[in-house]
């Protein structure tokens, strides 16, 4: 099996964001922790799975688009 140097690259920075996350982050899980918790991980899978060959550029870049979209819903959302 072929190691992919980017694809050790992309783990590491997920790794280190996953980790830089729980260090800044406050007590207790909220609306915005749990969102931003989420569109970490679902950046890292999508990463590594595209960088796999397991899903196609056009299924990346939606995805991608769905993130900003979902991302600019959380940051721009009026309180309760």
């Known amino acids: 099996m072929e190691v992919s140097y980017l694809m050790c690259g992309v783990f590491i920075i997920s790794v280190v964001s996953l980790i830089g996350f729980f260090k800044t982050k406050k007590e207790g899980f909220g609306k915005f922790t749990i969102s931003s918790l ?3 991980m679902i950046i890292s899978i999508s990463s590594l799975l595209y960088l796999g060959d397991k899903i196609d550029e056009k299924s990346i870049i939606n995805l991608f688009f769905a993130i900003i979209g979902f991302a600019g ?3 721009t959302s009026k309180g309760e």
Do not use: H, K
């Open 73 to 75: 819903g959380l940051f």
């Open 38 to 40: 989420l569109l970490i």
